[in-house]
């Protein structure tokens, strides 16, 4: 991110020429990375800001990512780097990001638009950039089949065809994603509609992302440390808002629209207001909700999206905080998944808060696909697996008719809480555990909860982009669990589909 002091670009002293010092520096930086499972950004112990009723740092904002018009196209330009941020005072960690040492600039683009985004990889090591929650064709999709090497640009681009949302970016290499997301390589992506939608919608002011993820303090807060391993995958025990250590925001309208996204490995949130007041969901993964829905509290797991709009009176000072939820394992395993924690996540004044303005009653929203009657498939969730296999890049899962809506089972037949992710899509939940589906998963989405035990029964419409050659994933987003293996591969052909397992017919490149 631009204009932070926090930020430590990797340090320049003494020797060698420019060039080599920076890459110098990389490696050092990144071979912190490497031993994060020892000594990286998570650990154990203390849980320093659990209440939230002291914040008083300034919430960070993502910086709009500047664009140009080139023939016809919205060209954005990232650069994926390292170095070392102070993400908690006095405790800096070796981290990464885009345009910046740690998170990305938030893109926006307005639908119909056609985008290009230039990727460079400043990293020693292979990235990748993918757009989580687009519908695009999966060759830009930016999974591990689309790698970029160090030094290489990438140059995906694709016509925004969707409904306005609060998507984002993060990379996606093969058994790496968990330690690039940790260490900061997420970032906003908002589409927007021609014609608003009555919600807030000024960035940075009433309008504003909360990218959440959890870091590692040693006790005694001196220095990074070691994150617990949990049955849902590693948990960190400080937690960071924009990259924002104890943020405070001060607002100056009576509504404020939260776009929150969970860009944390494992961590789940229980998002509810200190005053016992309820907030409104207004949108979710996939786009704005038909109306604003009232509620006290709301889970959000790894990679999922929650817009909801909170009411500030004048005098108000409050905190969305996460409160101890029930992720459905034992209770030994809830407890180290975090479960049971309490953190502050905003504090929110409202000296400011001078406009009236109420919520609109209606919102435009996409509307449900019917029930399709074609295709059925099931997919059992075991501990790292799907359908008992392990990811292999050079299989195909699944082959899906391109354009085609399926009925996608989902069944946790293990005793860990995962979710379940399908990209280049949004799903729309027909049932949960048997029945209807909890509110917060009444609206567009492309990731869903599912815990031990549990079931979902998704109707998925698929694009119309048919490639036989490049697949695109769909996995858990529990970030360990992903680089395990808990993932697997479709492809939209033209032809018919069929859910034997077939060879990647690219598999002698891998
Ligand atoms: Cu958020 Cu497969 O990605
Ligand atoms: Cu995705
Ligand atoms: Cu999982």
Not at 9 to 34: C, E, F, M, N, W
Not at 208 to 213: E, K, M, T, V
Not at 217 to 231: E, F, I, L, M
Not at 291 to 320: H, K, N, W, Y
């Amino acid at each position: 991110m631009s204009s932070d002091s926090h930020n430590r670009p990797t340090p320049t002293t003494d020797g060698p020429p420019p060039i080599q010092i920076k890459r110098r520096t990389l490696l050092i930086g990144l071979g912190a990375l490497g031993a994060m499972g020892v000594i990286g950004y998570w650990a154990t112990a203390a849980k320093p800001n659990n209440n939230g009723s002291t914040f008083a740092t300034a919430l960070r904002i993502p910086p709009l990512l500047e664009s140009e018009m080139l023939d016809g196209e919205r060209v954005f330009r990232l650069s994926a780097q390292a170095g070392e941020t102070e993400l908690v005072p006095g405790v800096w960690f070796a981290t990464m990001g885009f345009n910046g040492t740690h998170l990305g600039p938030t893109l926006r683009a307005v639908r119909g638009e056609k985008v290009r985004v230039h990727v460079t990889n400043n990293l020693p090591v292979a990235t990748t950039a993918h757009w989580h929650g687009m519908l695009l064709p999966a060759s830009q999709d930016g999974t591990a089949h689309q790698a970029i090497a160090p030094g290489a640009t990438w140059k995906p681009s694709w016509q925004i065809d969707q409904p306005a949302a609060t998507l984002w970016y993060h990379p996606h290499p093969h058994g790496q994603t968990e330690l690039q997301v940790g260490s900061g390589m997420a970032g906003v992506f908002l589409i927007d509609e021609q014609t608003p939608s009555g919600l807030p919608s000024d960035y940075g002011v009433d309008d504003i992302p909360l990218i959440i993820q959890d870091v590692t303090v040693q006790s005694g807060g001196q220095r990074p440390g070691t994150p617990t391993t949990a049955p849902i995958g590693r948990i960190g025990n400080t937690v960071i808002v924009n990259g924002t250590h104890e943020p405070h925001f001060a607002a100056t309208t009576r509504q404020l629209r939260l776009r929150v996204l969970n860009a944390s490995a494992a961590r789940c949130y229980n998002l509810e207001l200190s005053t016992g007041e309820q907030f409104h969901l207004v949108g979710t993964d996939g786009g704005l909700l038909p109306a604003p829905s009232p509620m006290g509290s709301l889970l959000l797991s790894p990679a999922e999206r929650a817009e909801i709009v909170v009411t500030v009176p004048q005098d108000a000072d409050l905190v969305l905080r996460s409160v101890p939820h029930d992720l459905g394992m034992s209770k030994g395993d809830d407890m180290t998944s975090g479960a049971e924690d309490t953190f502050g996540i905003l504090r929110i004044t409202g000296a400011g808060a001078a406009t009236a303005g109420g919520l609109p009653t209606a919102l435009p929203s996409a509307r449900h696909p019917g029930r399709a009657s074609g295709i059925e498939r099931h997919f059992i969730l075991g501990d790292t697996t799907i359908n008992g296999k392990s990811m292999d890049m050079d299989r195909i899962d699944t082959v899906v008719a391109a354009g085609s809506t399926e009925m996608w089972m989902l069944e946790n037949t293990s005793k860990r809480a995962h979710n379940f992710h399908v990209h280049g899509t949004q799903f729309v939940v027909a049932a949960e555990n048997g029945g209807t589906p909890e509110p917060r998963n009444r609206g567009w989405k492309d990731t869903i909860f599912i815990a031990p035990g549990g079931t979902a029964e998704l109707m998925v419409p698929f694009g119309g982009y048919a490639d036989p050659t490049t697949p695109y994933m769909y996995h858990c987003h529990m970030l360990w669990h992903e680089d395990q293996g808990m993932m697997a591969q479709y492809v939209l052909t033209d032809g018919e589909p069929s859910s034997e397992p077939v060879m990647h017919p690219n598999a002698m490149h891998h």
